[in-house]
């Protein structure tokens, strides 16, 4: 992990390869180090297309090693979606692959001179870059089929499919996860069309012959993770609720306390929650001979993931995560479980991110399009997406050009970006995170719906806009560190109910690098990182004019709580001021 | 002019119509009113097909008067193109009328309730806004046939395309002509989205029976109206080359200094320049019956318009204008005259802007959608655009969204707003101009060409950056105030090389007035109105990373002269600082 691995897609007619020392990013890894370099070398006024962005992908500080739930790896950017600088992150093999390979990260530089369409092999050996044209417009799960063909079972691959080719704005960048299924994605902002700006249409990990990477103190780090473990298994979240019922555990919950936004943003319950709950969900998983509890990387000890099987009993999707059912079900008003799964799988297929894909189609149905509820033109509509169709072109290009296209005011969005599955007029805090993230509107950059609704690591009135810049902003930054260590995120339900565990996860870090780490350290690192995006975006043109939520959220009432979104813009304006 | 009209489209589910008087905007008009009422009503971060946003419509402080040239009229509002303040002008008849009916301007606000469209009727016993289904997607000239039979010859009409009524952001708001057709458009900016999102389909104007307005001092004004009239008329631009050509004189001569852009700005001039050009047009347009030398509005006396009738002798449109022959002919390779008219008259009828249509369809042809040169390709496309087929929806949303859904990186736009027909590399006055502009892209707001090619008021190199931004600031300073007096921007080729006739304008508003105007108060009439608009547009979140062209002028060099725009960033941020 002291190389850069450095191809410049534009050469001289052909990529050029450089393997380079990490100098100056030493001791960064997943998101510090992709917005580190984002910062530090893109013009933040460059087209996202252009030959000046770079697409980074980085495994975590941690990934690598033997601590548990290391998997996350990040793609950093400057976003086509967003305008600003972008970290998509996404579990599966890769990151610990790329780790035990050596290299901190990937950068992808320059333009093409052709278009051709290349593959990146890494192994123990080194680095090729080819020309393949044969797998243009594939989709991932045909990608990845021919890629075993050709490397075998023990790889892992990043990857894109027609929509990153196509340079959609809501292109994703997939991962393999354990059964080299290409499910992982980082979905976020456009990823995949800047990787398929730059060409690059599979990058294929093998480390067989790599050892584990070691930390500094091996016995320390042992026993850290150890504890960390434990912890992670005896919290509800992480130890019983996650693995039982995935992420979608939340929609039953959430359509309860009037927070799950559904016919796009209309109201706060759905009707047909039963129908696609994390409940539900697992119980036909198991029923059909899928599996209710498995995790998406080796390592992964809370496994909140696992796999969909069709009414045959045949393998049609990873299960589909939260969010994803949010998109495509209750915000467009679709309580069908095996439509949901459908839709997750078409959009892993295509490369597509699951939550601005279910947004744009719930404002076409706004816009008439469709009617709301109706499975069938939902899984055209992605299709037609797939297919590069014109309709297809405007959905995925986002919910911001669909309602640009349709002349829709109602559009989800901050900074261009769609907004994930909780409203925040009835989740406060998660609008605030909405609407000040770098990212744009991101429920991952700053999870305030632990405290707003679950309670963990405290207890925030959901409904009020008390205290919901201090959580946010204290989420931000405490996100911003678990990012960059590869970790999953979901870590922060036991590390934010139990000091013992956030204790342990301290100790894991301070033994890798055989230091003394404490909790500052994480304040300083999310604050460096913070600032490193912050600052790229002012300089790309973001003010605090683009940190707010559409002006709907603060006039519109939503049921069934009737609220608004109460956070002044005042208040908005204090959350990175530290 | 001392009262606004004001109508509430959202009211107490019926529109609310009120006259108030004009109070705190006494003594503006034009662009000096629509900016400053929206700068002072509408929230910057509004959406701006939303409640929050309004339509104003005003005509210059000398319309309606005597005084030859002002018959042009300001369309105002946050444009949906550009996110930022927007000021749209046109020439026709509305202008003169609406002045004489005594209103300062129209100010349409609030959001319907339902779906209904409207149209408003106002002559000198009052103003009838009603419900009128019947004109649903009509096009501009079918509609105006319907409105002459209503109402008579006498009217003039301010209207929208289907375009309009679709919100696309090219949507152009329609003004009748004096032959009481729908050919000069308030073009740019999307304002024709805005009064489709307020439910009003056409605003007739009848101003029987109302007088001319008076000037304080009758006399004075006589008297300078006339010296005024006589110093265009010996101009060479305003006195010869305009009546004879058109604005279209200026292919030829573009295309010979190398600032002609082609194929979607690729080259500096166009082999098929001559047969576009004025000179070409205006034999056509005699040999045919039409008129090459005509006015746009009763008071013109420079007369730069004309008449275009197709093969067979009868009416197609009015006279293209060079930006419209050059967005529709040479940027799309099209060197036919035939298609290029019709593509104006398509235009006109649906209602879209000519300059961004041109580039929609230009990035669409270098997306691979059509050939260059393919006219057929350009008249289907526009089509698609009327009928808002899926298709349609992208181009009419503009060339930035054109390249958006088609992953092109090579967009000329600023602001979201396609530039007009002069390139920022070979021209780089204009460069300064499109970068810094409150608008947007927009030659009409500081037209550098003048001096860097046509050599009008000055001579500044067209391929230096020297120079170039205190030529701009100048020039935006006095488009400012010459477009809030109802005067047509083209008096400036006389009234900046000859200092009796710029007297002889400052005697014409100091006598309409009755007070001493000097060349310091259009400088501080030109400074309020920008000051207003960027400070808007600070608010709405533009920054100096918004005043920059997109990257590639200043890295990819444009033939013949292999120029690429060298005005440096610190130098743009000077613009303003005045």
Chains 1, 2 share one sequence.
Not at 239 to 264: D, F, Q, R
Not at 335 to 360: H, K, P, Q
Not at 432 to 438: D, E, L, N
């Amino acid at each position: 992990m002291d190389k850069i691995l450095r191809i410049d897609m534009g050469g001289d007619g052909n990529p050029e390869v450089k393997e380079v020392l990490i100098g100056e990013y030493e001791g960064l890894g997943g998101r510090a180090l992709t917005s580190g370099i984002i910062a530090k070398e893109v013009p933040p006024t460059c087209h996202a297309l252009g030959a000046e962005n770079k697409l980074v992908i980085a495994p975590g500080l941690l990934s690598g090693t033997t601590a548990a739930m290391s998997g996350r790896i990040s793609v950093g950017c400057k976003s086509p979606l967003t305008g600003g600088i972008k970290e998509a992150n996404a579990g599966g093999q890769p990151s610990q692959m790329l780790a035990r390979l050596g290299y901190a990260a990937i950068v992808l530089e320059g333009k093409p001179k052709t278009d051709d369409l290349y593959k990146v092999f890494i192994n123990k050996d080194g680095v090729q870059v080819t020309v393949d044209n044969s797998l243009r417009m594939m989709t991932n799960y045909d990608l990845i089929d021919k890629m075993k063909n050709e490397y075998g079972e023990k790889i892992s691959c990043i990857s894109i499919g027609p929509a990153g080719e196509m340079k959609m704005c809501s292109a994703s960048v997939a991962c393999t996860d354990m059964e080299l299924r290409p499910t992982r994605h980082a979905g976020r902002g456009g990823v995949g069309a800047v990787m398929g700006a730059k060409g690059v249409k599979v990058i294929i990990l093998d480390d067989a012959g790599m050892p584990m990477r070691s930390p500094k103190d091996p016995e320390k780090f042992k026993n850290a993770n150890k504890r960390f473990v434990n912890g992670l298994n005896s919290h509800a979240v992480t130890g019983e609720g996650l693995p039982a019922y995935g992420t979608n555990v939340l929609t039953n919950i959430l359509s309860e306390v009037g927070g799950y936004p559904t016919y796009n943003f209309k109201q706060g319950s759905f009707d047909g929650a039963a129908k696609i709950s994390g409940e539900t969900q697992a119980e036909t998983e198991t029923a059909r001979g899928g599996l209710a509890t498995h995790g998406c990387h080796r390592g992964c000890v809370i496994r909140c993931s696992g796999i969909f099987h069709d009414k045959d009993g045949h393998y049609l999707t990873k299960q589909p995560e939260y969010e994803t059912v949010w998109a495509h079900g209750g915000n467009c008003g679709i309580d069908d479980l095996d439509t949901v799964a459908m839709l997750d799988f078409l959009d892993d297929n295509y490369g597509v991110d699951t939550i601005e894909m279910g947004n744009a189609i719930a404002v076409a149905m706004e816009a008439g399009l469709a009617e709301f509820g109706d499975g069938e033109a939902a899984s055209n509509f992605v299709d037609e997406v797939g297919k590069g169709t014109h309709l297809g072109r405007i959905l995925g290009s986002g919910a911001a050009v669909v309602a640009r296209a349709f002349g829709v005011e109602r559009a989800p969005v901050v900074k261009g970006q769609a907004m994930p599955a909780y409203d925040p007029r009835a989740v406060q805090g998660i609008g605030v995170t909405y609407a000040t993230s770098p990212m744009g509107a991101d429920h991952t950059a700053g999870y305030a719906v632990a405290q707003n609704v679950l309670k963990v690591g405290g207890d925030v009135d959901a409904l009020k806009p008390e205290g919901q810049v201090e959580l946010s902003r204290n989420l931000q930054i405490a996100t911003a560190a678990i990012d960059s260590t590869g970790m999953c995120l979901f870590i922060a339900f036991a590390i934010l109910d139990q000091p013992e565990t956030f204790q342990a996860l301290l100790d894991i870090i301070g033994a890798y690098a055989g230091v003394e780490f404490t909790a500052d350290g994480v304040t300083v690192l999310g604050k460096k990182v913070l600032t490193d995006e912050l600052d790229f975006n002012a300089r790309a043109g973001f003010t605090h004019a683009h940190a707010r939520l559409p002006s709907y959220f603060k006039t519109e009432v939503f049921p069934p709580h009737n609220v608004t979104f109460e956070v002044t813009d005042e208040e908005l304006d204090q959350v990175f001021k530290w």
